[in-house]
């Protein structure tokens, strides 16, 4: 019963706290340090890399949401990856598989390698090099299960050409050039199957945003950030949102503030600033439905982390507020009357693990059936995750 209050406790703690509003969580292992990146996979986040007092680096760690806890894991390239340590990288996921490519290291100033880690395996693997220029500092996004990469740095100046990336074949292709100026330290996410970049430096510091459509192939210009301009920020998607918040200004001052940019209206308003202090070169992830900003710089290396909930629109809230799990307790199975588009079921052990392969979920346009199988008699919990939205509800369950 400890282990079940406890795990209860610490899968509630992403939701306990206020909508526009920061909270401290778990510092990122290791040293401090800066110019690392991060993916998601399962539910879980992961920082690669990054730059610390003692250099460039390759190690990864993963963070535990109900446990608000980061683990190590095994290093980029694993136990024969030397001369794979780097800063500035990019990196993107697609399913169970998180990407790391280009980057900088110790001897080596612009890197063209794609490394992809396989969350089932636990093990990297090298994949096809990327076929643009080496460089440092780029973007990346992930729409439709295709990695998109491109902007940054080489040896000849600052770029803004872009390429993606397909999993089954392991091949890039070009696409169409980044439409604003070519520049390094910009942002790069996704929100609603679009593509978005905006700020960076291209010898002045900027703050123009770009909408990218893969259907069409084309670059539309947006709303302009209206914080100051800056390079290095942090940012995320959830739909129909985009955030962007820290950096380095066009003063050379390290910067807190958070903005939201509406994927509807086209517009921006002001959020409550980042609860850390300003800092550039940070990471930023998104676990259910809660964004994480981390480590990054400030005249010293950083290895805080803070986790941030966004305001939820009132249509959100309405359309799955009236859920519910009938019969629970439970005895062979349990239904979910819900519009179902556009939403999966994904159930949760009371330690955490991801068991929904062990369950037979059928789904009409109204409601999900769920068969226990051969679950055995316990506690469990349910997410139902929106493709766009996230996790939109959550709740426990028991089998008899």
Known sequence: ???????IFLAL??????QDQWVIKDSINGAPRSVAVSFVLNGEGFTVSGLDDSGFRRKMYSYTFWQDDWDDEVSMGGINGSGLSRGSACAFSIQNQGYVCLGQGETNPFFKDLWEFDLATGAWTQKADFIGSPRRSAVAFTINDEGYVGTGQDA????????????????WTQVSDFQGTARKDAVGFNIGGQGYIGTGDD?????????????TDLWVQKASFPGTERRGAAAWGIFPQGFICAGEDINSNYTKDLWEYNYFTNSWIQRADFLGVGRTEAIAFVIQDVAFVGSGYNGEFLDDLYAYRRI???EEVNDFSTIEIYPNPVRSFFKIKVNTTGLKVEIFSCLG????????VEKTSEEFIVHKN???????FISLRH??????????????
């Open 156 to 171: 000849s100046g600052f770029k803004k050409d872009m390429y993606k990336y397909n999993k089954s074949t392991n091949a």
């Open 13 to 18: 703690n992403l939701t306990a706290f206020s």
């Open 387 to 400: 493709k766009d939205q996230g996790s939109v509800y959550q709740s426990k369950f028991i089998i008899l």
């Open 312 to 314: 939820v629109n009132i």
């Open 353 to 360: 693990e991801n068991i929904t392969d062990q369950v037979q």
């Open 1 to 7: 019963m400890k282990i079940l209050v406890l795990f």
């Open 203 to 215: 010898g002045v510091v900027r703050n123009d945003f770009w909408q990218y459509n893969s259907t």
């Open 374 to 380: 051969n679950l055995s008699s316990g506690n469990y």
